[in-house]
């Protein structure tokens, strides 16, 4: 039966297509940096009026600023985000020793970045390689769990991974399941089990981000996310992102009907990939003991749509081309992409009609006693 | 003029073959690890005598202890020295705790793996992957730098990497030098303008290194070095690590006559290597400001020789080819380390009645108030 090898408890960890060829995430990652691009203003913001560098202890003895990305990927965008962090931080600091008359004794920065053991780090780290104001490190390991020690760092950042969930929800690949998501390769949104199968995953992911990062940041610590989400009255396929994931399953169709794969194979597949309804994300934000949540805000949301630029094949290729590799080989991922790039071309004029997700923008801080 | 390419400044960085397949450093470390086996005894006692766990402030607030190692390479000898660096430490805290009748607080550890920013961490973090006792990163760039924040070390290590320049000195390769190393690849020790232009090479590469160590580690916080040197007495080439380089040159002077490479690619050819003569490194490790020396040691001095065994060919492989491929082209390498595996077959006999290098052990402690 072509489900049972979906039913692994082994997360799954499907990195971007690694190096920096055509098809890589370095080179395809557009969406991702205008997404960064207004998220930018909005970090600077909650360090300037949230962040409390001069408590006593807040640095500890050295007076080293500790900042880590989850779900870095290789760059450039990982990068964009740190330096605007480390800049931001550096300003605070310099501001606050002018106005004590102090002499303006150093701060130093160390970044980690973070990814999945699998991520191309090689990549990454060749990408960091531009004198910078920090000392970089790279963290294997997938974030649900803990990665660093008690206490160790000052500021967390994430931006467009938590959609990513630590492997698909069972039940969804289980054929045997009320959830098992026959008709479809994401969460649609139509189907009740399958939503509250995907909704259970994402929670119990974030649940244990939530928690890991409680552990390792510091207290008056803070951290910044932006994570895809539904809007309210609407669900997944209502929106573009949504539509993506449907037009691959069409194009998985066509390559059924011609024999390139079997239709068990695509029944039982099913993309690591979830866009919370706003109302959940919000409920698992606000009941986590480690935070407390100081902003929850959408990014652009009253400016113009996000640009739906053609680079969009390309972009989802770098971000899903490994999780369809690995489960219907790697012969079938050229032409599906090929075919998807046709399709939204003649879907063009439905995509851009349809609903933006929700590109949510979060800042949490960390309690002084908990 | 063949020379002049090599007269830049830019250190050269020359990782370890990469992967994990026959030729791969990971597959060919057996030597690097023996040396590695017989230094973890006095690693242990180095953390048993020396180590003040105990002194105020020296763990800081989280409790975490922070181990770097530097020149790491793939694996798995470096997971093997920061195991047994975490075992010692944790033996030692735990004893400590119950002597004091504390409640054994948990100790957390972080371990930091350096190398040069080519090197492939991406196979390092696969091999990690076993569960540990503590949180890993990567940290890539060279270490005569600085690659960690002040006072954010509690003990470093670095073994058979050393030996290893951050450029071959200019003199060396410039062909209007008296330096001019014409006749061979590496410090024979036979020509004294030679000898002088590695030494001082040597010793800035060094200095910058224990310069940036001195920053990065804790007031109390250790260091253990393991650097093959030349006995008092011998020179590089009465050794059979420096015979070794002997016999690469007879290979591609063998080379030279079939015309594969011209004459004047081998004469502007040298290994950026040095095992320094045994005082000139102890004099450099006097004179560091930051460190006091605690112990200068030779590893197995009194015991057997080292096995010289047939792996050697693919060991020398793994740890040089990349500098051989960057100078003379991929396409010698193979030819040029079959040529070696033979050459040493009929060269045995001298080969292992050669001198054995100093595997100089070396534990430097941080002082208090530098």
């Known amino acids: 039966m072509a489900s049972v090898e979906r039913k692994s408890n082994v997360p799954m960890s499907h990195p971007m297509t690694s190096g ?13 940096k205008r997404v960064l691009e207004a998220a930018k203003q909005k970090v600077k913001e909650a360090i300037e009026d949230k962040l409390e560098l001069n408590n006593p ?4 003895k050295s007076g080293t600023f500790c900042v880590a990305d989850f779900g870095c990927s290789v760059g450039p965008n990982t990068i964009i985000a740190v330096q605007n962090i480390v800049e931001a931080v550096q300003r605070k600091y310099d501001d606050q020793q002018s106005h004590q008359q102090k002499n303006s004794s150093s701060l130093e920065f160390q970044v980690f970045f973070n990814d999945h053991v699998n991520n191309d780090f090689n990549t990454l780290f060749r990408n960091l390689a531009v004198p910078g104001r920090f000392f970089a490190a790279g963290v294997p390991g997938g974030f649900t769990d803990r990665l660093f020690p008690e206490a160790s760092l000052h500021f967390a950042h994430s931006s467009y991974a938590l959609q990513r969930l630590s492997k698909v929800p069972e039940e969804v690949a289980d054929v045997n399941s009320p959830a098992y998501n026959k008709d479809s390769i994401h969460c649609t949104g139509f189907s009740e089990e399958v939503a509250q199968a995907y909704a259970a995953q994402f929670k119990k992911d974030m649940e244990n981000f939530l928690n890991a990062r409680g552990q390792e940041l510091v207290g008056g610590g803070l951290m910044a996310l932006t994570i895809p989400a539904t809007p309210e009255g609407f669900v997944s396929s209502q929106t573009y992102l949504g ?9 998985l169709m066509e390559m059924v009907k011609e024999g390139l794969i079997t239709k068990d194979k695509v029944e039982a597949f099913n993309l690591p990939l979830y866009f919370p309804p706003i109302k959940e994300l919000e409920a698992i934000l606000h009941n986590c003991a480690y935070f407390s949540v100081e902003r929850i805000d959408s990014l652009a949301r009253h400016q113009n749509k996000w640009p739906v630029d053609p680079s969009l094949p390309s972009l989802l290729r770098a971000f899903a081309a490994e999780v369809f590799k690995q489960h219907f080989g790697v012969e079938i991922v050229d032409s599906l992409f090929e075919r998807f790039a046709k399709k939204l ?5 439905t995509y851009a009609a349809k609903e933006e997700p929700l590109n949510t923008f979060i800042v949490l801080k960390r309690k002084m006693n908990v």
Chains 1, 2 share one sequence.
């Open 20 to 32: 920096d060829g055509p098809h890589s995430y370095y080179k395809n990652s557009n969406f991702q």
């Open 57 to 60: 202890g807040f640095l500890g």
């Open 243 to 251: 539509l993506s994931n449907d037009l691959l399953l069409d194009c």
């Open 345 to 349: 071309a003649v879907n063009y004029e």
